[in-house]
């Protein structure tokens, strides 16, 4: 046979692995090549975003190819759930970590030596050590898997030193074809990750980094966590969700006033012991409705298909982190929120971390770029999605009118005179009060301190009067998150002018602010239903809400999370479409011959369990 020949055999075969396994009915984006490749014998890097389907991509060709895919993941924790799913879709899946016990690892060895097992999870730590490579050795190989690949990189902020010693792999292990894996998309961590794993032959493929089922949404600065909880009781109530904050102290506090306000949440930090930590991930990953408020140390790997939001209450460091932190909702396709608020204060703490660190300049110079391109998109009145995927280099035609911008669009207001007045205001003050004493003093407030300063008698007292005082702290806050002013923190938060600031007096340069919303959007008090059952009609989403309450009370059973059994996006599937045979449902994205056998009887069962409750209403 020639190869060319054998190849589209196994292509064949992963096509009718696709559908009889996994249950779907066509690859997704590059999905496809990058099988091909890897099934051929080549070694492959992806890049794809979270949720874009890079498990697939050497899941199947582990399937395909003789012997068993070896998949390098960087958390234990999280290995265990992989294996899981896959033994739900009747894959030979197992784990290689230090956590299993003397017994079980002796079993697995055994069954890998005699060719029983597809896919193998293995730590980077474990894999390295001399006598896991000669067990190695001594089995078939189908591929390595190298998953969450930009862990090579030591300007990212996942760095593990063991994956920097995975070329190891290339060198060993010459003839088994590799793939690396990462949703982490700049140049310089992609050129790193081909330099450190030796993957010069390898080829790329990227997909689209679109998200289109996630909704962007960045509200007003200052809206705080009574923001917080109005979106989640509009949008999300009852439904599993991410909060990221800055600090412990941030993470623990509004976890508990969550809670208090009748909200399931989970405070998640490396403040907390190892065991409490992997039993409240355990908990947000086996339950439904659980909000995680963590900080950034919660998330990577975290492959929960059913997170409907990710809400932001500080500004990350940059655009990379908050697409990643953001990816991490709706990877099940389904609609799913991203949310963010912040404070001036992230800002000026941020911009002072960075003047701070003893990082080299044009490592500075660097980070100052990134956070101030997530400033402008909070600041943006345009489309934000437009911003995102621009900012990764893959330009949108169109707005999205799926962000807060298109929907909503803002109103903006020429607010240049006004600042002008604030800034020459801080000028004539000699640039040594904070924001509570300006707004005083352009009000024409005779207070004690104005008085004692003589600043009834600068030019800018009691000028004031287009704005109230909560108009102008707003109007500062404004001109610091633009850059317009600095914050002198030595100084007791003195306000400073800066070169931007000068432009705006001159008249070079115009400043425009956004007009406050009147009133507050999505009514208070008003609780609307979990998003996953949206775009159901009504008793579309009664049946889905059945099928979700059967699918709990078998996930408790069995002792597994929810979304191995199925994902929402299928539930909402066998809602809309109500099949009535075997064969009908089998037909649905997500169910396979393994899932069809299981639970293909129950869930007709609860379907026509549904009909006839609708026939005799
Ligand atoms: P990633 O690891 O890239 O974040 P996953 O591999 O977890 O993404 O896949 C994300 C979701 O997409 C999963 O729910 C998976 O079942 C689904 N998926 C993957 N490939 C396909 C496909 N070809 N068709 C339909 N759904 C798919
Ligand atoms: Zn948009």
Same mark, same amino acid.
């Given at each position: ?49 979270? *949720? ?21 993941? %960087? ?15 009747? #894959?030979?899946?197992? #784990? ?22 597809? !896919? ?7 894999? +390295? ?48 074809? $590799? ?8 140049? $310089?961590? $992609? ?76 405070? /998640?930090?490396?403040? !907390?012991?190892?065991?409490?930590? =992997? ?6 990953? $086996? ?6 408020? =963590? ?15 990710? =809400?932001?209450?500080?500004? %990350? ?12 909702? *709706? ?25 701070? &660190? ?37 330009? +949108?035609?169109? %707005? ?40 005083? #003093? ?11 300063? *003589?600043?009834?008698?600068? &030019? ?14 707003? !109007?500062?806050?404004? !001109? #610091? ?80 999370? %929810? /979304? ?49 409750? =609708?026939?005799?209403?």
């Amino acid at each position: 046979m020639t190869q060319g020949a054998q190849d589209s055999g196994g292509m064949d075969k992963a096509r009718a692995l696709l559908k009889s396994v996994f249950g779907h009915e066509d690859f997704r984006g590059p999905q496809e090549e990058i099988v091909a490749t890897v099934i051929a014998g080549g070694d492959a890097f992806a890049l794809m975003p979270t *949720g874009g389907g890079k498990s697939l991509c050497y899941q199947l060709p582990a399937l395909v190819r003789p012997g068993t895919g070896i998949v390098i993941s %960087p958390l234990i924790a999280l290995m265990e759930d992989q294996v899981l799913a896959l033994s739900e879709l009747g #894959v030979r899946a197992a #784990v290689l970590n230090s956590t299993l016990g003397f017994e079980d690892m002796r079993k697995t060895e055994w069954q890998l030596r005699s060719g029983e097992i597809d !896919l193998l999870y293995v730590a980077p730590e474990r894999l +390295l050590q001399e006598r896991t490579l000669q067990l190695l050795e001594a089995c078939k190989i189908a591929l390595f898997a190298i998953d969450e690949a930009h862990c090579v990189s030591q300007w990212g902020h996942d760095f593990r030193p063991e994956y920097t010693q995975l070329r190891i792999l290339h060198e060993r292990f010459a003839h088994v074809p $590799r793939i690396a894996l990462t949703a982490t998309a700049d140049a $310089r961590t $992609r050129a790193e990750i081909v330099r450190q794993l030796a993957l010069e032959e390898a080829r790329t493929f990227t997909a689209s980094f679109d998200r289109p089922n996630i909704r962007y949404a960045i509200a007003p600065e200052g809206a705080g966590r009574t923001g917080l909880l109005r979106f989640i009781e509009t949008r999300h109530n009852g439904e599993s969700g991410i909060v990221y904050c800055l600090s412990r102290k941030q993470a623990e506090e509004t976890a508990a006033w969550l809670r208090e306000k009748g909200i399931d949440a989970l405070a /998640y930090h490396a403040g !907390l012991s190892g065991a409490e930590r =992997a039993r409240r991930q355990r908990r947000f990953l $086996r339950e439904e409705g659980v909000v995680m408020v =963590a900080t950034i140390a919660f998330g990577m790997g975290v492959d929960k298909p059913d997170v409907r939001f990710v =809400a932001h209450l500080s500004l %990350p460091r940059s655009i990379e982190a908050y697409y990643q932190e953001t990816g991490r909702a *709706g990877r099940d396709g389904a609609p799913a929120d991203a949310w963010m608020t912040f404070s001036m204060r992230d800002v000026v703490l941020q911009r002072r971390f960075i003047d701070e &660190s003893p990082a080299p300049d044009e490592h500075k110079r660097i980070q100052r770029a990134k956070l101030e391109a997530l400033v402008a998109l909070t600041e943006a009145t345009t489309c934000r999605r437009q911003i995102l995927l621009d900012y990764f280099g893959e330009p +949108l035609e169109e %707005p999205c009118g799926n962000c807060d911008t298109c929907l909503e669009p803002p109103q903006v207001e020429d607010m240049t005179v006004a600042a002008q007045k604030a800034l020459s205001c801080v000028y004539r003050t000699g640039q040594r009060y904070g924001a509570a004493h300006l707004v005083d #003093v352009l009000l024409g407030k005779e207070t004690e301190k104005v008085m004692r300063a *003589g600043h009834d008698s600068v &030019s800018t007292f009691g000028i004031g009067d287009e704005l109230n005082a909560s108009g102008w702290r707003a !109007l500062f806050r404004q !001109l #610091v998150i633009g850059g317009a002013l600095d914050v002198d923190e030595e100084r007791f938060g003195a306000l400073r002018l800066t070169e931007k600031s000068r432009a705006i007096l001159r008249g070079e340069e115009p400043f425009h602010m956004r007009k406050q919303p009147k009133r507050p959007r999505g009514k208070r008090g008003v609780v609307r239903k979990s998003r996953a059952g949206e775009e159901l009609s009504s008793p579309g989403r009664r049946l889905f809400e059945a099928l979700r309450a059967w699918r709990m009370e078998e996930a408790r059973e069995q002792n597994k999370p %929810p /979304y191995v059994i199925f994902h929402d996006a299928t539930l909402r599937d066998i809602a809309s479409l109500r099949p009535r045979t075997l064969q009908a449902l089998s037909t649905i994205n997500g169910i396979g011959e393994a899932k069809l056998e299981h639970y293909g009887k129950a869930v007709l069962a609860i379907v026509a369990a549904d009909r006839s409750d =609708a026939d005799q209403a």
